[in-house]
């Protein structure tokens, strides 16, 4: 199985500073007939589902502010969140769908300082 | 918008069966594969199973390998995991998830808020 590690495990971060999580897989994501990586980010708040952020590792999905980005290829990826808002306290999750079974990060948690 | 509503969740008894229903509107269902994912109370998410857009193929995580089984009914836009041999551990929320099109589900664009399965004696 592709084990995904996330660092840190939590973050305090400022308002309006910049916060970044990393996530690191035991083997390549990469796929190289199509160079795409298959990685995703979810963000999941207190009760709720998680939600997509990111997708092929750096593509914003529909409607998630542009302070969000995705990074990295290969084995290493980055979430940054480039102005730190309230309303990003949360739980994040890096998740590999490049082969089965998909597995995802450990979660990190982001918090207001 | 796309909207996805589990149910099926209760107590149950270790050992036991229980079979989990998701019905899935505001988007062509017969085109998109769909995940199952579960939460332990408290922990992080995991990947349960996959099935492609016809249900012709399945997926499934070890830890479930021959214990749940995913299908779809396409007619009613309804995704399914009968879950058998529950134990302790499988206590978690389950979510149904809506993959991307084509075949294979890959990763999740939209989840519904999950039903939860508690295995306990």
């Known amino acids: 199985d592709i084990v995904m590690t996330q660092s840190p495990d939590s973050l305090t971060v400022s308002l309006g500073e910049r916060a970044t999580i990393n996530c690191k897989s035991s083997?390549?994501?990469?796929?190289?007939?199509?160079?795409?990586?298959?990685l995703a980010w979810y963000q999941q708040k207190p009760g709720q589902p998680p939600k997509l952020l990111i997708y092929?590792?750096?593509i914003r999905e529909s409607g998630v502010p542009d302070r969000f980005s995705g990074s990295g290829s290969g084995t290493d990826f980055t979430l940054s969140i480039s102005s730190l808002q309230a309303e990003d306290v949360a739980v994040y999750y890096c998740?590999?769908?490049?082969?089965?079974?998909?597995?995802f990060g450990q979660g990190t948690k982001l918090e207001i300082k | 918008e796309v909207h996805l509503l589990e149910s099926g969740g209760d107590l149950v008894q270790p050992g036991g069966s229980l079979e989990l229903s998701c019905v899935a509107s505001?988007?062509?269902?017969?085109?998109?594969?769909m995940n199952w994912v579960r939460q332990a109370p408290g922990k992080g998410l995991e990947w349960v199973s996959g099935?492609?857009?016809?249900?012709?193929?399945?997926t499934y995580a070890d830890s479930v390998k021959g214990r749940f089984s995913v299908s779809r009914e396409n007619s009613k836009n309804t995704l399914y995991l009968q879950m058998q041999g529950l134990r302790s551990d499988d206590t978690a929320v389950y979510f149904c998830?809506?993959?991307?099109?084509?075949?294979?589900?890959?990763?999740?664009?939209?989840w519904g808020r999950g039903t939860l399965v508690t295995v306990s004696s």
């Open positions: 998830a809506k993959g991307t099109y084509g075949n294979n589900p890959e990763y999740s664009d939209s």
């Open positions: 505001g988007f062509t269902f017969t085109k998109f594969g």
């Open positions: 099935i492609s857009s016809d249900g012709a193929a399945t």
């Open positions: 083997q390549n994501v990469l796929y190289s007939s199509n160079n795409q990586n298959y």
């Open positions: 092929w590792a750096s």
């Open positions: 998740h590999q769908y490049y082969r089965i079974p998909y597995t």
